[in-house]
């Protein structure tokens, strides 16, 4: 920090480096006019005219200098009395420096305090993935948001996790109920991405997690197994859902399936998923994986899904877990193949699986998660411990990209607002780790995304992602806020957020209304929040149909143990309001739907229907 403080005029100028590539100077000029603008500076871009030079008129000038001592994103700001200077060996860099000055702009407005940056990040790929194939595929208009603000927080890539919900023309049957994203609409975020500096990675699970794919009749033939299995402890059934890797057909409907989605995209990198192929060796491979061991039939399928992307001129990105499985296997990868070490509990042992990769010179990022899925309103205490160790074991590996991933589990009932403030310490986590610090979030969140200058909005979204903290229970994955009124029917026997309807016989009633008591105080506090646009406004309904749902599964667990006791008059006046509240849900989310999302929100919320029958006369058997 320096003496004093910049006061922007009216009129700026904005020299740019004539070094500069047309696009990116483009984007850097809209970037910072818009945020000039929002505090009633206009910046002008135009050449500065010999008397604007004699008479020293302010102006901010970003510069190429490939001589600064880091290369990359590396750059330099400096404000001073006299004006902004904005240094970056390249135009990436420049970016990065841009979002700094627009932070400055928004915080501080037209005074800018003078001050000296030197910054860099720890890893050169950024990356946020969103899960699209769940329940939730967000509107274009949502994603291009999300663009935008990501390129505030230095984020440069994003993907959105896709199984089916790409609208590929050939198999509408597939996805016309989801709301696919279609060519026309992928292209279009795509361009945006591009003009923010964003890669837009590709990404199409290609092995296991097709089960939609696999319930559909004419491919029903390239499943690995042909009906549902029971899986761990006979608890839940896993439905079809893994490619079986030597039927004849199976490679021909992956190469369709590229051909039709990658040409939309610019990025150099598809992810192919290659994730949780639970099926394999039970079915058409079993003979194969017998002879051969399963590593060695995935590692032998991985490679020829390698091939296909090589030839359609990308770098493949996987997930890693199953090869992890299989270290030996490990050194056998293609060197091009970026492995993708994801992990979501706090105690994920990212040290010692970035070793491994690490080791055999396998180049890799490091996966972490926001921990909303399954959780409604969020699972922080264990969120920020696995952001923060991941980013520690990546730096400490060598890991080339840290990508964050918020899932949708169990229908994605959780919305964006819920997972905003671990996206953004990701963004810091990956930027600068050892400068993070959570108690600087709520201030950056309610300035750059609920547009709140109450701060209530953002106190509140941080309270409720530790309010199952008051339940004094834990479960893997999941908090009984998530899925307790979420839980499918027992008879589905489903693998999301099954054990939902078990968790009231292990929480004492005190506990329950203690979480019920937190979750009504963050309710209060942010029916008292003003944000000051309509996003934010759009963000704070959201984030109150979220903490509403987790009331519900503290309510429910509460008419569970009064059924139980066999106290039904008691239940059935529990009951009432819960009926009354689980309508009012129905309507509201219908209504807040589509300023969000694409189709309808009939893969999402199934369960409020589910609660409703259980209230109307569900007996304590069913409920076990």
Known sequence: MGAGSFLLPKRLGLVLDPALPVSAAAALTERLQSAAKAIGVLLDSSPPTPRDLQMAVPHIQLRLDPQLPKPGEYYTLAIARQGILLTSPTPAGLRAGVATLRQLLREHGAPLPCLKIRDWPDFSRRGFMLDISRGRVPNLATLLDLADHLADFKINELQLYTEHTFAYQAYQPVWETWG??????????????????????????????????????????????????????????????????????????????????????????????????????????????????????????????????????????????????????????????????????????????????????????????????????????????????????????????????DWGDGGHPQPLAVSWPLIVAGAALSWHGKAFDEKRLAPVLSRDVYQDPTGKVARAALALGVAHQKLKFTALNETPLGTVITAPPPEQRELFCRNGLKHFAKIPAKNIRAALSEIARQQKLLAQAHPARAAGRLLARELSLAARLAALSCSYMLWQQRRAAGKNTSAKTL??????????????????????????????????????????????????
């Open 575 to 624: 009951a009432a309001p819960m009926i009354r509240e689980l309508k009012k849900l129905d309507r509201e989310f219908k209504a807040y739907w589509p300023l969000r999302n694409q189709a309808t929100p009939a893969h999402c919320t199934p369960f409020l229907q589910w609660r409703l029958h259980d209230l109307a006369g569900a007996s304590p058997k069913r409920m076990l």
């Open 180 to 405: 696919a994203l279609s060519a026309g609409e992928i292209q279009q975020l795509d361009t945006h991405c591009r003009w923010l500096g964003i890669d837009l990675v590709p990404n199409q699970n290609s092995f296991g997690h097709l089960r939609e794919w696999l319930a559909y009749p004419p491919l029903q033939p390239l499943a690995e197994v042909a009906a549902p299995y029971e899986g761990a402890n006979g608890e839940f059934l896993r439905f079809p859902s893994t490619l079986a890797p030597n039927n004849p057909g199976t490679l021909p409907f992956i190469r369709a399936l590229y051909d039709e989605l990658l040409p939309n995209f610019s990025s150099p990198f598809v992810n192919v998923g290659c994730d949780e192929t639970w099926d394999l060796g039970r079915g058409q491979s079993q003979a194969e994986c017998e002879r051969l061991g399963k590593g060695r039939v995935y590692v032998d399928f991985l490679k020829k899904i390698h091939a296909e992307v090589q030839q359609r001129g990308r770098t493949m990105m996987f997930w890693g877990d199953i090869i992890l499985n299989h270290p030996e296997l490990i050194s056998e990868l293609p060197r091009d193949a970026i492995a993708l070490n994801w992990g979501y509990e706090a105690n994920h042992p990212f040290p010692k699986e970035t070793a491994l990769f690490a080791r055999a010179k396998i180049p890799f990022y490091v996966c972490p998660g926001t921990s909303t899925w399954m959780t409604l309103i969020g699972k922080n205490d264990n969120a920020f411990t696995n952001l923060r160790r991941a980013a520690a074991a990546g730096r400490r590996q060598g890991a080339i990209g840290y990508l964050n991933t």
